[in-house]
């Protein structure tokens, strides 16, 4: 079965400072990664996503994430952190053999924006 | 409107009661997903409608029965609930079955509170 491991459940980063929160995930198969971010109150928005191709994904807002088959990682990464981006962040797998297009999810990373 | 919406946003009902969570997508989508969301846990999924037809019920009690009348709307009926049933409920939308990439679009959420 599919997992998805999330190891920081908090992060404390300063505006400005690069943020990189790391995803591992576990699954036989060509696995389909997400990373999604959610603001206090609100549904899941969408960062970014990985099919195939190149490894390095760009998403909105300015984030990236880099997938990495050996390491079986999936790590979102923001050269420069603002403000706004303090929210929690979820990365999630979905597995190519399954046409219902199931999701796992992460269990989160809080990411609190200090001065 | 757009996007995925829900109704109501928030909801307070006594263990006696029934209620309805509604959800509406505006993106042409087939599948539709329920989530609970409950502090310090994993999104749970609960239901999964592809194309009207139901695929997943994750051992959610026969208290939540859900309802799919059309690929646009997913009800999500409430009754005899427990306190630990207060959380977020969230619902999603996909392209659907065999439609890669599936990623899911998320509506805002319904705060439930049970008395």
């Known amino acids: 079965a599919q997992s998805v491991t999330q190891p920081d459940i908090h992060i404390t980063v300063s505006e400005g400072a690069s943020l990189e929160l790391r995803c591992n995930y576990s699954?036989?198969?060509?696995?389909?990664l997400f990373w999604y971010v959610q603001s206090p109150g609100q549904g899941l928005q969408l960062l970014l996503k990985?099919?195939?191709?190149?490894?390095l994904v760009q998403g909105i807002k300015g984030f990236e994430a880099e997938f990495k088959r050996s390491q079986s990682s999936f790590n979102l990464r923001k050269p420069s952190v603002h403000w706004s981006d303090a929210a929690e962040y979820f990365c999630?797998?979905?597995?190519?053999?399954?046409?219902?297009?199931?999701?796992?999810f992460g269990a989160g990373t809080q990411v609190v924006v200090t001065p | 409107e757009t996007g995925v919406t829900q109704t109501p946003r928030h909801l307070v009902m006594g263990m006696t009661n029934k209620k309805s969570l509604k959800c509406e997508q505006h993106?042409?989508?087939?599948?539709m997903y329920w989530y609970k969301q409950s502090a310090k846990k994993p999104l749970e999924l609960m239901f999964v409608?592809?194309?009207?037809?139901?695929?997943e019920n994750n051992s959610v009690p026969s208290r939540f029965s859900p309802e799919c009348p059309n690929s646009s709307h997913l009800f999500l009926h409430l009754h005899t609930l427990q306190p630990e049933d207060s959380a977020l409920y969230l619902c999603?939308?996909?392209?659907?079955?065999?439609?890669?990439?599936?990623?899911?679009?998320f509506g805002p959420g319904t705060r439930l509170t049970v008395t």
């Open positions: 409608y592809n194309f009207k037809e139901q695929t």
């Open positions: 990985y099919f195939s191709g190149d490894t």
């Open positions: 699954y036989g198969a060509t696995p389909y």
């Open positions: 999603a939308s996909s392209q659907g079955r065999d439609s890669f990439p599936y990623e899911q679009y």
């Open positions: 999630a797998v979905g597995a190519s053999t399954d046409s219902w297009g199931k999701l796992q």
């Open positions: 993106l042409g989508h087939n599948a």
